[in-house]
């Protein structure tokens, strides 16, 4: 739904930034590979961290960086709580379609709308709320919410169950690998890969029923649904 790589790679170079100030490392190179940014591109790779890694998770891989690097974990943990921050939803959000018009039109023919993401409760509201698609999200599950993460089903398991849906009456849609493999394994009536995001094709295309350019081909494809 928005741009990936754009809200993700300023936080990782703001974030890089004030780790360096905060422990005295250089820890760009070391960061990127953590991370899964590929080094000549700076694309953010599908099977990397930031793909679909709840922050929380993210975080602790960073302490684990520092220690590795030579701090005691005090001194890591108080290094990464110094310059940890989460992206700025309103700054940061661009969204890749009319997100508006294309949830309008997905749920005109009575479909039920949810958000199955790896973060956080409160960024993912702010997102939303940012985007101007709150009213028309009908469930959210988030990485925080206490149930396995991607490419667990919970995510979807949950959804469907606030929602009194049968996963086997779903389709879910992402970018990820972690995405398709949830939607997969929650039983999904269709899993559909969308290249609006961190995926390629080649990695997508064998998980998933069909691979779009990008979400809104969504749009179409409902009508004929």
């Known amino acids: 739904m928005i741009d990936f790589q754009f809200m993700w790679s ?15 490392l250089r820890l760009h190179a070391e960061l990127e590979r ?4 590929d080094p000549t591109t700076s694309a953010i790779l599908p ?18 960086l520092l220690v590795d690097h030579g701090l005691g974990p005090e001194d890591a943990e ?35 709308l949810a958000i199955a993401t790896s973060d956080d409760r409160l960024p993912t ?11 028309l999200i009908d469930a959210i599950a988030c990485a925080d919410d206490g149930h396995p993460v991607k490419p667990a089903p919970d995510a979807v398991l949950v959804v469907c169950a606030q929602l009194g ?17 949830m939607g997969r394994a ?16 080649v990695t997508l295309a064998p998980l998933a029923d069909v691979v779009l350019a990008s ?9 004929t649904a």
């Open 125 to 135: 509201g702010r997102t939303i709320d940012a985007l101007g698609i709150a009213g």
């Open 215 to 223: 979400v809104a081909a969504l749009a179409p494809m409902s009508r």
């Open 34 to 37: 953590l991370m899964g940014v």
């Open 47 to 64: 099977h990397g961290l930031l793909a679909a890694t709840p922050m929380s998770r993210i975080r602790e891989h960073v302490v684990e």
């Open 78 to 112: 108080r290094g990464v709580a110094a310059a940890w921050h989460a992206p700025d939803a309103v700054a940061l959000a661009h969204p890749v379609t009319d997100l508006v018009t294309l949830f309008t039109t997905l749920r005109a023919p009575g479909r039920r």
């Open 165 to 181: 849906i049968p996963p086997g009456r779903t389709a879910v849609v992402g970018d990820a690998p972690a995405d398709l493999k």
């Open 10 to 24: 300023g936080w990782l170079a703001t974030l890089t930034e004030q780790l360096e100030r905060a422990s005295g």
């Open 186 to 201: 929650a039983g999904a009536r269709q899993v559909i890969g969308v290249l609006t995001g961190v995926g390629d094709r």
